[in-house]
């Protein structure tokens, strides 16, 4: 004898069991905010009673819009996009939306292949960190009819919509400030990658105005991990005049800088200052406190939420690059 076969509720029954039309279950997941919240609990009360398993893929089909945001980031250990992450993850979760986040690794070897992914299932909008240096990548994304953010930077030609600040600024930034503080060697250990050039390039065109020599720059590999300090500290213990300040292309590289000149008999600022990027929470908690570089990331992560909202409701925005800026804090390690 057969089991007998199992009743799935319908979209219907739901409705039903809240009191309510099929339309405002609809709109409860479509966009809750939207449903009066008396209203929402019962419906939330239905699909608990229920077991209601609502069929997005047809939900989507029908309206165009799959409710699927991909989020694309080179990697979230240690990361300076957690900040930004977390908060586009709840905000969107609130709006009813799926979060895929891709990991793009080092030098975004695997941006292709997610963007691909994404556009596969026809995700609704993609937001990157990394950028896209391939022409053919970008304009096969301005063809699409789908929201695209590129976050952390401000591109001169955006694909779609940019939300970020200048690298550039950045390195000009904390050359004047060094300048101002006296120090006249500065060494740059700086990652591989587009952005920490541009932060270098900004500080280099700055560090011209001054009239000092020529700051020594390594390369330190992507991703930048604590024990890339030992070899940029290699490099100044074999430095015939060594420098008086390194800047650091983040706080994890700054905080083993600073931990290794201590090991060498080297106080910090004293004889070496270490100068960071990011404010991370160790930034603040080190002995000596390191000087960064802080960005809201939170606030990215809101702004790109915000343009999404806007786009759902048919707004058209007229304003390509939303800069948020940053702010150089002055510690005690510079």
Known sequence: ??????????????AQRAGVSTATVSRYYNNPAIV??????????AIDEMGYVPNLLAGGLASNRSRLVAVLVPEIAQSIFNDTIEAMASELSLDGNTVMLGLTGAGNARMPQLIEAALARRADAIILTGIITD??????????????????????????????????????????????????????????????????????????TTGHDAPTVIDVPLPTRFGHSRMVWRHVSQMSTPPDVIVCGSDVLAQGVIIEAQSAGFRVPDQVAVVGFGNLAIAGDMRPSITTVDVDGARIGREAVAVLRRRATGDRIAQKVIDVGFRLIARESA
Not at 174 to 179: E, I, M, S, Y
């Open 1 to 14: 004898m057969k089991p007998a076969k199992a009743i799935i509720p319908k979209l219907d029954d739901v």
């Open 36 to 45: 009066a919240p008396a209203t929402a609990e019962r419906i939330r009360a």
């Open 135 to 208: 022409d053919g990548t970008r304009e096969r994304l301005r063809e699409r009819a789908m929201t695209v953010i590129e976050t952390w930077g401000v591109p001169e030609d955006p694909i779609d919509i940019a939300v970020g600040f200048s690298h550039q600024a950045v390195g000009r930034d904390v050359a004047r400030f060094l300048h101002g503080r006296g120090y006249v060697r500065p060494l740059l250990a700086v990652a591989e990658g587009a952005r920490a050039r541009q932060r270098r390039d900004g500080f280099l065109e700055e560090w011209r």
